[in-house]
């Protein structure tokens, strides 16, 4: 819950304008993703986890249509309060959160003497712990409360500048404003701040550009408080992971991993084995029942929800897929928006396009591709086959190099694909077409090497193959020939 001093109420401001730049992308910095949700997500979800009712204020400039509309459309945040407030040219952070108290949500701050909570949009590791401890009340003397970190490597980080090696914080200074004795400092600023709202409302409008970057810089309200004789309260936070700040492909990266670290831990500890953490990658969203092993190399994403004791192999890739209970998905498979049933055989190499189904105790072998298809319970497809907008029933059999031909080059009714019905026992030979529409009654058999382009009726037997025609000693006769 949110640790607040009921005197003091506090609102959230997030700063996610900026034209990341050194991303080098189209895309606006704070879509991108990492854990399968964009940066902006990681923050908001943070910081609503404490304080789910806290008035936030979103600050959009590039790609601002695109933030705002991503952020709207997820369910997760309807019930949040949220405001967007526009900054029209980015010229820095200070600048965002003067948008920001300028707007109505600012003077909403200033008028009910809240504490403002400002984060950056690009910090997706921070934990929960960290925004309730920024949210504790700022005292009397306090105009705002910093977040330090100590770095190994504190490269392109705002340095704090101490009265002495560990007096008072007099300044914070950014990488290219500092001086080669400053960059040695290995405390950064984290760009997490508390501030209380009529400091911040003050500060931001004395805020000069007269630095390297000719931006106006949020940090420099820390040496207007020293200045002007307020303390600056110092959080000194010593996991240097969870500020890790993503700025270009390889931070993304490095920010990717740290979280997929995270997310392998989380779900270890509830019961599922992964036989090398290091190679496997697993979203946030995805959900695990007790004792899955899950081997080298699986990618596991979206909403894909894996059953008890369900083996997931080598190289699996999975997408909003759901796994039955002890159902074993072998190397190489690949699937996506599908359900594999309970105690289900899938693989290797199998391609379960979306909207498949595979029935409990079925077998889907290499090689096999499904689309929109659903194979009933204890159902074998185990070999070589392409099954597309088919409905097969229960205990089927399907012989090695089955093809639905779902596709005969029209599009009527906005309909390209026709429908294959294959009902429950139907025995299905080798190297057998369906030319769909067609349906193919339960119990009947299909030879091997039929092409089936009339249905078939319960119980029947289906040849459609030319007949066999043996001539006696003819390969002598052509081999003289030749
Ligand atoms: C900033 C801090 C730095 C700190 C680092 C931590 C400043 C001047 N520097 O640097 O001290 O160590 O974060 O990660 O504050 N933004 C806007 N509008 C703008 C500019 C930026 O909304 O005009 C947003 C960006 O979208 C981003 C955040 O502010 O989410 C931080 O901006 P960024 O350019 O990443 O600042 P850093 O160089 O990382
Ligand atoms: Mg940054």
């Known amino acids: 819950m949110l640790v607040t001093h009921s005197k003091t109420p506090s609102g959230v401001m997030i700063l996610a304008a900026g034209?990341?730049?050194?991303?080098?992308?189209?895309?606006?910095?704070?879509?991108?993703?990492?854990?399968?949700?964009?940066?902006?997500?990681?923050?908001?979800?943070?910081?609503?986890e404490s304080a789910p009712t806290a008035p936030v204020c979103i600050v959009v400039g590039h790609g601002r249509e695109q933030v705002e509309s991503r952020v709207l459309a997820d369910p997760r945040f309807a019930k949040a309060d949220l405001t967007f407030v526009h900054q029209p040219e980015q010229k820095g952070t200070g600048h965002a959160a003067r948008c920001a108290m300028d707007s109505q949500w600012g003077s909403r701050m200033t008028r009910t003497q809240s504490t403002v909570l400002v984060l950056p949009g690009d910090l997706p590791l921070i934990p929960a712990s960290l925004v309730q401890q920024m949210f504790a009340p700022l005292a009397r003397n306090e105009a705002v409360r910093l977040l330090t970190c100590e770095l190994t490597d504190p490269t392109g980080y705002g340095r704090i500048v101490r009265r002495g090696k560990q007096g008072s914080v007099l300044r914070i200074v950014e990488e290219k404003d500092?001086?080669?004795?400053?960059k040695l400092i290995r405390e950064v600023g984290a760009s997490i701040y508390s501030f209380k709202a009529a400091f911040l409302k003050a500060g931001l409008q004395r805020l000069s550009n007269k630095n390297a970057q000719g931006e106006y810089y949020l940090t420099d309200l820390i040496a207007q408080a020293a200045r002007s004789g307020k303390k600056t309260d110092v959080l000194r936070w010593s996991h240097e992971e969870d500020l890790r700040g993503v700025n270009?492909?390889?931070?993304?990266?490095?920010?990717?991993?740290?979280?997929?670290?995270?997310?392998?831990?989380?779900?270890?500890?509830?019961?599922?084995?992964?036989?090398?953490?290091s190679t496997t990658w697993v979203d946030l969203t995805v959900e695990f029942d007790e004792g899955v092993v899950v081997h080298p190399g699986a990618i596991l994403s979206g909403s894909t929800k894996i059953g008890r004791g369900a083996v997931i192999g080598p190289r699996v890739v999975l997408e909003d897929v759901e796994v039955g209970a002890g159902a074993n998905v072998k190397a190489g498979t690949i699937a996506?928006?599908?359900?594999?049933?309970d105690g289900a055989q899938v693989g290797p190499y199998a391609h379960l396009r979306p909207e498949s189904v595979v029935g409990e105790k079925a077998k889907i072998g290499n090689f096999v591709e499904l689309k929109k298809s659903?194979?009933?319970?204890?159902?074998?497809?185990?070999?070589?086959?392409?099954?597309?907008?088919?409905?097969v029933g229960k205990d089927v059999n399907i012989g090695c190099g089955f093809v639905t031909c779902n596709f005969d080059g029209r599009v009527i009714?906005?309909?390209?694909?026709?429908?294959?019905?294959?009902?429950?026992?139907?025995?299905?030979?080798?190297?057998?077409?369906?030319?769909?529409?067609?349906?193919?009654?339960?119990?009947?058999?299909?030879a091997s090497g039929s092409t089936i382009t009339e249905d078939v009726e319960p119980e029947a037997l289906a040849i459609a193959r030319s007949r066999q025609v043996n001539k006696p000693g003819y390969a002598r006769k052509l081999k003289g020939k030749s």
């Open 19 to 48: 034209l990341g730049k050194r991303m080098r992308s189209e895309l606006p910095k704070v879509l991108h993703e990492i854990g399968g949700e964009p940066l902006i997500f990681h923050v908001l979800s943070g910081v609503l």
């Open 178 to 182: 500092a001086s080669a004795r400053e």
């Open 248 to 277: 270009d492909p390889w931070e993304l990266a490095q920010a990717g991993r740290i979280l997929n670290q995270r997310c392998v831990r989380a779900s270890a500890l509830r019961g599922v084995r992964f036989i090398d953490p």
């Open 336 to 341: 996506q928006s599908s359900r594999i049933g």
């Open 374 to 391: 659903v194979i009933g319970d204890r159902t074998s497809v185990a070999h070589l086959s392409y099954l597309g907008d088919a409905t």
């Open 413 to 446: 009714d906005g309909q390209r694909k026709h429908r294959t019905v294959i009902g429950d026992n139907v025995f299905l030979g080798s190297d057998c077409q369906t030319i769909a529409p067609v349906r193919i009654g339960d119990g009947a058999y299909v």
